[in-house]
T-cell receptor
């Protein structure tokens, strides 16, 4: 069974631009969560989607948004990029009956210049 | 908000030695998870613990869910060079609006000398 896939793997943007990251969950997994990982703050929860609905949200500004499609694929968008948004963005998927057991993708490394 | 205190922050050991790391929290968790992350990759799930007091093994790895539901430890026996990486604990809160959200520890950096 294929794991969680994320595209692109690496991205360079400049301040003020926006970016869209994509995540395809493991087949049969319908919950998708997004996390931001930085050296200073560690792994922090962004949001969780299930059945195309945001079910949970972390403490990030409104510039961070996401969505989920009917095939459970998810995208997250960051608008008006800031230098501090440079991070590894990780997506994790889980089965509906086991939301606590989350499997991570390889991440998208975003660098904001 | 909830915080997980993971220790030690780093460990330098010789191949063949046993390793122990732990996480503590001021809040209770329903589930404890242990992940390993290699450079440039996402965390890989090692062990999941679902009940207080549960002791679970996965090969050379053993983890326990503390009775108080506020702590967990991970042991690695007979370490090998490929055990090198960053180990994270993560907890899932009991319920309500935070259910499904994992809270992570700061990580333990493990270095194994051949």
């Amino acid at each position: 069974k294929a794991g969680v896939t994320q595209t692109p793997r690496y991205l360079i943007k400049t301040r003020g631009q926006q970016v869209t990251l994509s995540c395809s969950p493991i087949s049969g997994h319908r919950s998708v969560s997004w996390y931001q990982q930085t050296p200073g703050q560690g792994l922090q929860f962004l949001f969780e989607y299930f059945s195309e609905t945001q079910r949970n949200k972390g403490n990030f500004p409104g510039r961070f948004s996401g969505r989920q499609f009917s095939n459970s694929r998810s995208e997250m968008n960051v608008s008006t990029l800031e230098l501090g948004d440079s991070a590894l963005y990780l997506c994790a998927s889980s089965r509906p009956e086991a939301r606590e057991t989350q499997y991570f993708g390889p991440g998208t490394r975003l660098l904001v210049l | 908000g909830q915080q997980l205190n993971q220790s030690p922050q780093s460990m330098f050991i010789q191949e063949g030695e046993d390793v122990s790391m732990n996480c503590t929290s001021s809040s209770i968790f329903n589930t404890w998870l242990w992940y390993k992350q290699d450079p440039g990759e996402g965390p890989v799930l090692l062990i999941a613990l679902y009940k207080a007091g549960e002791l679970t093994s996965n090969g050379r790895l053993t983890a326990q869910f503390g009775i108080t539901r506020k702590d967990s430890f991970l042991n690695i026996s007979a370490s090998i060079p490929s055990d090198v990486g960053i180990y994270f604990c993560a907890g899932l809160s009991p319920g309500g609006t935070s259910y499904g959200k994992l809270t992570f520890g700061q990580g333990t950096i493990l270095t194994v000398h051949p």
